[in-house]
């Protein structure tokens, strides 16, 4: 039983690490923009528009995402795994 319990919180510690470093790159255009984090609330936002870089280069980060929450809890289960002896 504690093998699958093991093998299970991996699993879910996985996926909430490719939530948290999921990333999107988008070239519209003269538009360049770069998402890390899962694109309906991403952790971090990069955005410029080739050749005004001085002027619409724009970062944005949001530590209070779904998308950052996949790192704390992504460590909580490889520490529960841990815990596991089996």
Do not use: C, D, H
Request: net charge positive; glycine share 10%.
């Amino acid at each position: 039983m504690n093998k699958v319990l093991r093998a299970l919180f991996l699993v879910l510690a996985f996926a909430a690490f490719l939530v948290f470093g999921s990333f999107n790159i988008v070239n519209v255009g003269g538009l360049q923009s770069i998402t890390v984090g899962q694109n309906l609330s991403p952790w971090l936002k990069y955005s410029r528009v080739k050749g005004l870089e001085k002027f619409t280069e724009k970062w944005q980060v949001n530590v209070l995402s779904w998308s950052a929450a996949g790192l704390p809890v992504g460590i909580a289960f490889l520490i529960l795994r841990s815990r596991l002896k089996g």
